[in-house]
């Protein structure tokens, strides 16, 4: 007869750490096969999702971003010219638009690219590839995610929800959506990387988890200059353990290992500029992306450990007076140096309602560059990272010390607050909030005071949580009665309808130009929406925003001859006579109503829900 009793092989003992007990008493690593499996598990449900939401096309228009289709614009000019090109022709006004993004991503790129030329021809390569990078930067990202936070989760029942978290977290599936070719879900898991090797760095006497925290911190900071935000929190959490080590022995190994990633940081910097410089050269000083002045603030760090690892033996007060000292001055030193760089982000980015040609973009406009507006909002964006920081001051609270957890909770803090203001980064607390779940789901399961039915039904509970409310919240947000949404049109045969316009500039839709400019390469258009390019999308906003009358008077006298837009299938509302020759509504309200200016003559049969180009009279 066949013995009931659990099998000693297979049954978990929960070891629990006692509270004075340090994290590496429980010290996990992830098997190979678990971090592959959280990979594919986040890949299949992506594409699993793309395909339920109809993304998945097979007839050359499953791009659906317009940043994808500038950057397919970009590679292609690398390939065909055989040059670092770091602008995108006739995409500004009419003239090169620079483009701020490091050439990484295109570089990871080409070698598929090449492989399928040949079949596919140029065009086609690259928009094969192009569909897949966002999967794949979703499966990275669950693998990353999951190797960071194995030091803490030794056990795979904890770390089985990372793939799912990340596939169905509404701010990250954006990004990583079948047809996005985007580097923000990349980031992410950089970041990620790189916290994984602090807390392996500080768990460890070993200098190696130290070099790779700086390496992908590099690495990082070369696809966008924007992680360094998140990966510097990984090096103060090195600092205050150097200010909270017992002993001076404890405090010099700490200084070494932040030399060591400060070091390491800097000389990764170098290459990469090295190999990918700004658009001035080596030396060219630009801060939208990787350039001298961040090489200078690695030095800064590294200069800061250096007089950790000098004053290890003073006391406290003295030693963080000394530290004080030195970050002050190379602080200052770097200021100085780069004030008028450092004005230069904040003039092009700033939002002005100033009239001319010269006024700021209001980048509000924009839905990913907004703070968060209601509950709603809160719940879709930061709902994850909430729980995820709550799960994880509980799991953590007698595993570290308390300046440890206060610098934790600040940290966490600081990512919710950067997310609320500015939606894009809520990807960052995203991934904070999956990790702190799984820690969660590792306090529940270790939990001596729970009855083991309860614990399962709590990990479950909070699993689930995890997994549905930022998710529903998305699917249960009330429309935007602020406008309606145009229906998008293909444009796969747009270049036959803009045949024999060869050098002509185009007012059309920002979000629009990028494919445009991808799928008829002879024509110009006003603006694309890039910050390098506030020209164009200053004359686009005069444009579009201006009565009628006024609008058609703006592209007279800028040489604009042809406007390309999709109508809705039915017109929007009523248009009196007055109001379509332009003397009290917008042009941009005229066009999205379906109703054009009666000056506006269409070159072929308007046709809803197709492009249509119009001739200005």
Known sequence: MASHAPSAARSVVCRPMPADAAPCDHFGETRVKDVLFAGTLAFVMVIALSARANLIAFD?????????????????????TGQLVHTVAG?????????????????????????????????????????????LSEMVLAMALCWAVAPLVPTRHSRTPVGGLVAVTPMLLSYGLFGVADHHVLLVALVALACGCAWR???????????????????????????LTYSAMAYGGLGI??????????????????????????????????????????????????????????????TAAASMLITAE????????????????????????????LRVPAEVMLTSGAAGEEAGFDWNRISEMKPIGDAYDFVIHCGLGTMGLLAGACALRRRVSGVAMVYGLACGGCGLLVGAVHIRFSIYAAAMG????VLGLEWLRCHTALAGGFRTAAMMTLALAALSISMGAAAARPPDTDHTPLKPCPMRDVEATLRGLTGEMLLVFPNDAPELLFRARSVRVVGALYHRGHRGLNLFNRTWDAPADQARTVMRQ???????????QAPIGEVSG??????????????TRGTPPDWLRPAQPAVPGVYTLFEVQ
């Open 60 to 80: 050359g228009s499953a791009m659906i971003d317009p940043d994808s289709w500038m950057r397919l614009n970009r590679l292609r000019a690398v390939i065909e």
């Open 434 to 437: 999956i990790a702190g779940i």
């Open 241 to 302: 353990g150097w200010l909270t080590a017992g002993t001076p022995a404890e405090r010099r190994r700490i200084a070494r290992l932040l030399l060591v990633a400060g070091g390491t940081l800097t000389i990764t910097m170098m290459g990469a500029i090295l190999v990918d410089p700004p658009t001035d050269g080596i030396l060219g000083v630009e801060m939208d992306r990787l350039s001298v002045p961040f090489v200078m603030a690695a030095l800064v760090i590294t």
């Open 578 to 591: 007055a109001e379509s020759t332009g003397a009290s509504i917008s042009f941009g309200n005229l066009m």
């Open 558 to 568: 800028r040489d604009i001859h042809w406007v390309l837009f999709c109508l809705p």
């Open 314 to 341: 003073w006391r406290l007060p003295l030693r963080l007076t000394a530290t004080m000292l030195v970050l002050g001055f190379t602080g200052v030193t770097w200021i100085l140096g780069f004030v008028d760089a």
């Open 91 to 135: 995409a500004d006004a009419g003239q090169p638009l620079s483009l701020h993004w490091t050439h990484l991503l295109e570089g990871v790129m080409l070698p598929f690219v090449r492989l399928l030329s040949p079949m596919l021809g140029l065009d086609g390569a690259l928009t094969a590839v192009g569909v897949m990078v966002g999967p």
């Open 201 to 227: 760095a500080a768990l460890r006497p070993a200098l190696l988890p130290a070099a790779a925290l700086g390496f992908w911190a590099a690495v990082g900071a070369w696809l966008s200059v924007e992680s």
